[in-house]
């Protein structure tokens, strides 16, 4: 079994930074691709970031590319993901996943999920 446990959420004021960390625990952590998603109430959830098990690959949604950063330490099983210059429609529950095989931005693909972080963005 595979637990993800997201922190760092908050409120925060346009134009200001967060780092969400992500926690795995169970089986090997650095076989498999790890990515972000998220969701705003009555919405989708949506992809926001992946990156590879050696951390050489990364991949972001448009409406935040130049903007957040996605990394990981596989000695520490965590992932991250930077925020910078958040704007009000950053606001959402992000949640964390992971899967086998190739990145993907499909939410089906991901077989774990954690519970999720709230991060909310004030105009």
């Known amino acids: 079994q595979v637990q993800l446990v997201e922190s760092g959420g908050g409120l925060v004021q346009a134009g200001d930074s967060l780092r969400l960390s992500c926690v795995a625990s169970?089986?090997?952590?650095?076989?498999?691709?790890m990515g972000w998603f998220r969701q705003a109430p009555g919405k989708e959830r949506e992809f926001v970031a992946a990156?590879?098990?050696?951390?050489?690959?990364?991949y972001y949604a448009d409406s935040v590319k130049g903007r957040f950063t996605i990394s990981r330490d596989n000695a520490k099983n965590t992932v991250y993901l930077q925020m910078n210059s958040l704007k009000p429609e950053d606001t959402s529950v992000y949640y964390c996943?992971?899967?086998?095989?190739?990145?993907?931005?499909?939410?089906?693909?991901?077989?774990?999920w954690g519970q999720g972080t709230q991060v909310t963005v004030s105009s």
């Open positions: 990156i590879n098990w050696s951390g050489g690959n990364a």
């Open positions: 996943a992971r899967k086998p095989g190739d990145w993907s931005t499909e939410p089906r693909t991901y077989t774990y």
């Open positions: 169970g089986r090997t952590f650095g076989s498999y691709v």
